[in-house]
C-alpha cells in the first residue's frame, strides 16, 4: 500500500490564495494619509493598510507605466524584459506572472485605464485570459483615450460577479489611471480642496496637456491632483468593500501601488514624471496584505523594495517555484513584522534601480534606505548624490554599487530586440488607432500594421 506523506495532503486540500493587485497611475505616497499627508485623500487604502505592511522606501523600475509594469509582471528590471519605453511591447520571450499562475489553474483577469496599456500596443496583458482595455472617454488636451475609474472599476466588478466572486485561484490586476495629469477629477472632488496658494507658475513651466485656465499657483494643481486621488480611492474602496461582502478579503493576498510618482517642481519639472529620476517620481506606495491578516494598526518597514518584487512575493504566498529573477519575495519581511519581536531583515541594506532612456542613452538611479543616488548610464560617469532622499554617509558607499550596475547593464548581453508599436510623439497614429479601435472594436487591422511597418515602428 502507498502512503502519501501527511504534508502533501494537507497541502493538496488547501484552498488556492485569491491574488488582487490594485495600482494607481502617477500616484505620489507623500499624498496618502498613510504616509503622513495632512489631507484625508485616501481612506480606502488607509483601511487596507490596517490589515498590511506599509513599504515607506518603494520604488518603481522606471518612472513610465509601461516599462514599470512590465517589471511588475516578470520581476525584470527594464533592460532585462526588454520593454524599455512607452511605445514598445514587452517581447513574447518573457514569462509573466499571469501565465505562472494560469499554469496553476488560475483564472486570470486585468482592467486597465490608459491608452498605453492596450495590449496590441504594449503586450501587457501576456498570459491574461480576460484583459478588459476598452477606453471610452477621450483625454483633455491629448491624443489618448482613458477610462475613468468608475467605468474601470464597474467592469472588473462584473467578471469577477461572472468568475466566483474572485474566489480560490483568482488572479486580478486593476489599473486607475485618474490621478494622471491633466488633473480633472469629477466636480464634487476638484471643490473638496480648494485652499489655493502658493507661488503662481510661469505658463512655460507646466506642460501643454497640464495648462488649465482655472489653475494659476502651484496649490491649483495640488488642489485638483488631490482630488483625483481622493476620486480613484473611493473607486478602490467599492471594490476592496464588494470583496468583503462576498468573502473574499480576508483569504486573499491584495497589493497596493503606483507605476511611479509625479514631480510638483523638483528639478524644476512641474505636473510631469520621467523627466528625472528623483524620488519625486520613482518612490511609490507599496502596501501588501497578506491572506487571513488582521491587524489592529499599520505596520511599517523601511526595507528597500521595488516593483520587482511582486512576482516572486505572489509566488511564494501561492506556492510555486519561482523562476529566476531579479526581484525577492518580500514575504520574510511581512512574516517578521507580524512576529512580537519583528526579527532583522537584510532588505534595509539592499539597493535597487530605476531606469529611463532619452536620447539614446540610459540614465540610472540606485536607492537605498536613506538616499537616492543618480548617474548617465557610461562607464566614466561619477554619480551625483541627488536632491531626492535624505543625504546620508550611507550614500558614499553607493557610488560604487552604482557603477557595478552601470556595468552589468553595458556587459548584459541583449535577449530581446526593441518591440515598437508606436512612437507616443506620433500623435496622429494614435488618434487614428484609438478612433478606428473605438468605432470598429477591432484591436489593430492588417492596415495598421502595414503603416507601422512602412514607418519603421515594428518590424
Known amino acids: 500500500m502507498l502512503l502519501v506523506p501527511l504534508f502533501l495532503l494537507l497541502t493538496a486540500c488547501e484552498p488556492a490564495i485569491p491574488v488582487f493587485v490594485l495600482t494607481v497611475d502617477t500616484l505620489r505616497p507623500d499624498h496618502l494619509p498613510i504616509y503622513g499627508y495632512h489631507r484625508d485623500t485616501a481612506p480606502a487604502i488607509t483601511r487596507l493598510a490596517q490589515d498590511g505592511v506599509v513599504f515607506t522606501r518603494a520604488f518603481t523600475t522606471a518612472p513610465k507605466t509601461t516599462p514599470a509594469y512590465a517589471s511588475m509582471f516578470t520581476g525584470e528590471y527594464p533592460f532585462e524584459h526588454g520593454l524599455t519605453t512607452?511605445?514598445?511591447?514587452?517581447?513574447?520571450?518573457?514569462?509573466?506572472?499571469?501565465?505562472?499562475?494560469?499554469?496553476?489553474?488560475y483564472r486570470t483577469g486585468g482592467f486597465v485605464s490608459s491608452t498605453v496599456m492596450i495590449d496590441r500596443l504594449s503586450e501587457l496583458g501576456q498570459g491574461f485570459n480576460h484583459w478588459d482595455d476598452t477606453m471610452s472617454a477621450r483625454e483633455p488636451k491629448r491624443a489618448n483615450f482613458e477610462r475613468h475609474a468608475p467605468d474601470t472599476v464597474d467592469a472588473a466588478l462584473e467578471w469577477l460577479g461572472n468568475n466566483g466572486s474572485g474566489k480560490g485561484a483568482t488572479f486580478f490586476f486593476l489599473h486607475l489611471i485618474d490621478p494622471h495629469g491633466p488633473y480633472t477629477p469629477p466636480a464634487r472632488y476638484r471643490r473638496r480642496y480648494r485652499d489655493g496658494g502658493g507661488p503662481v507658475l510661469p505658463r512655460e513651466k507646466i506642460p501643454a496637456f497640464q495648462r488649465l485656465d482655472d489653475y494659476k499657483t502651484l496649490g491649483d494643481y495640488i488642489d485638483a491632483y488631490d482630488g483625483e486621488i481622493a476620486h480613484a480611492d473611493a473607486e478602490l474602496g467599492r471594490l476592496i468593500d464588494q470583496l468583503k461582502v462576498d468573502g473574499v478579503y480576508d483569504d486573499a493576498l491584495i497589493i497596493f501601488a503606483a507605476d511611479h510618482g509625479e514631480s510638483?517642481?523638483?528639478?524644476?519639472?512641474?505636473?510631469?514624471?520621467?523627466?528625472?529620476?528623483?524620488?519625486?517620481?520613482?518612490?511609490?506606495?507599496?502596501?501588501?496584505?497578506?491572506?487571513?491578516?488582521?491587524?489592529?494598526?499599520?505596520?511599517?518597514?523601511?526595507?528597500?523594495?521595488?516593483?520587482?518584487?511582486?512576482?516572486?512575493?505572489?509566488?511564494?504566498y501561492v506556492g510555486a517555484e519561482s523562476p529566476r529573477r531579479t526581484g525577492m519575495s518580500l514575504r520574510p519581511i511581512i512574516d517578521a513584522q507580524a512576529a512580537p519581536v519583528p526579527s532583522a531583515v537584510p532588505w534595509q541594506n539592499r539597493i535597487v534601480f530605476s531606469s529611463r532612456r532619452t536620447k539614446g542613452r540610459s540614465r540610472l538611479?540606485?536607492?537605498?534606505?536613506?538616499?537616492?543616488?543618480?548617474?548617465?548610464?557610461?562607464?566614466?560617469?561619477?554619480?551625483?548624490?541627488?536632491?531626492?532622499?535624505?543625504?546620508?554617509?550611507?550614500?558614499?558607499?553607493?557610488?560604487?554599487?552604482?557603477?557595478?550596475?552601470?556595468?552589468?547593464?553595458?556587459?548584459?548581453?541583449?535577449?530581446?530586440?526593441?518591440?515598437?508599436?508606436?512612437?507616443?510623439?506620433?500623435?496622429?497614429f494614435v488618434e487614428r488607432f484609438m478612433e478606428a479601435r473605438n468605432d470598429e472594436k477591432e484591436p489593430m487591422s492588417e492596415d495598421d500594421f502595414t503603416a507601422l511597418r512602412r514607418l519603421g515602428y515594428i518590424e
Not at 512607452?86 to 489553474?105: C, F, I, K, M, Y
Open 86 to 105: 512607452l511605445g514598445q511591447a514587452l517581447p513574447r520571450e518573457n514569462v509573466t506572472l499571469a501565465e505562472l499562475l494560469a499554469d496553476r489553474g
Open 264 to 316: 510638483f517642481g523638483s528639478d524644476d519639472v512641474y505636473f510631469r514624471h520621467g523627466v528625472t529620476l528623483t524620488e519625486a517620481s520613482t518612490r511609490i506606495p507599496f502596501i501588501i496584505k497578506p491572506p487571513r491578516s488582521h491587524s489592529v494598526k499599520p505596520r511599517f518597514s523601511d526595507a528597500v523594495v521595488s516593483l520587482i518584487d511582486v512576482l516572486p512575493t505572489v509566488l511564494d
Open 365 to 428: 538611479a540606485a536607492h537605498g534606505r536613506y538616499t537616492t543616488v543618480r548617474t548617465v548610464a557610461s562607464r566614466t560617469a561619477r554619480p551625483e548624490i541627488t536632491l531626492g532622499g535624505r543625504e546620508h554617509p550611507s550614500a558614499a558607499g553607493m557610488r560604487p554599487r552604482l557603477a557595478k550596475e552601470v556595468a552589468r547593464r553595458f556587459d548584459h548581453e541583449r535577449r530581446f530586440e526593441p518591440q515598437w508599436r508606436y512612437k507616443p510623439t506620433d500623435k496622429q
